[in-house]
């Protein structure tokens, strides 16, 4: 009796460090590779901490700030102007849309999943004082409209770039996208180019939707 006695309370005590002691699948994030990402070329993509933490929003991409001479490029590979309305998907801090409003007075949309993201984005475009040419929400790019585009900004996975293809190649003909870092697949870019920053190097995208066939 004795012997089946310690038994059982080793099994307690078995369960108890099995159920504890290993990492909670919860916590982390996994992205999918980049094909070029092994030569270094491509920035390192790191999930935010905290981002599926209780109470927050899981991230299909996390934050990683664009380089201004990158988002300059962008601007200038969709030959933005003062009459185009720009959306950009995953917009984080702000920094394309209040870009493209103070250099050329465009009229811009945000949308990012992050609030805190969205509060940074409002703070910065106070700062630039072109709150009355952006606006930025708090929501998901899978399910926001974003068809009044005339150039929609990129800079998220290839896994997600893929799936929002469908719906960009359904956007009104002409409409120009254009992506950092990351293609379309088999959506061959009408051009390309790639920037070094700091060491580092960026690529940049360029579509345009075709003609409904």
């Known amino acids: 009796m004795k012997f089946l006695r310690f038994s059982y309370i080793g ?6 460090f099995a ?5 909670d699948p919860s916590r982390f ?4 590779a980049v094909s070029n990402a092994a030569t270094g070329a491509v920035p390192a993509v790191e999930a935010t901490p905290g981002a599926s933490a209780a109470g927050e929003p899981k991230l299909d991409v996390p934050y990683v700030p664009t380089p201004t001479a990158v988002v300059d490029a962008m601007l200038a590979m969709a030959k933005v102007k003062g009459d185009d309305v720009l959306y950009d998907l995953g917009s984080g801090d702000g920094r394309i849309p209040i870009t493209a409003a103070t250099k050329f007075g465009t009229r811009g949309v945000g949308i990012d999943l992050n609030p805190v993201r969205i509060e940074e984005a409002n703070e910065n475009a106070k700062k630039a004082n072109v709150t009355d040419k952006v606006r930025f929400i708090e929501g998901d790019i899978f399910k926001e409209d974003f068809n009044e585009a005339t150039v929609v900004t990129l800079y998220l996975l290839p896994d997600v770039n893929l799936k929002l293809k469908p719906t ?8 120009r996208v254009v992506s950092h870092n990351y293609d379309m697949g088999d959506w061959d870019p009408e051009d390309s180019r790639k920037i070094t920053v700091d060491g580092t ?10 003609e409904k066939k």
């Open 168 to 175: 960009i190649q359904s956007m009104k003909p002409g409409t």
């Open 19 to 23: 159920g504890g002691c290993g990492p």
């Open 29 to 32: 994030e996994t992205k999918s």
């Open 11 to 16: 099994l307690i005590v078995t369960a108890i």
């Open 201 to 210: 190097i960026h690529y940049v995208y360029f579509w345009r939707v075709p």
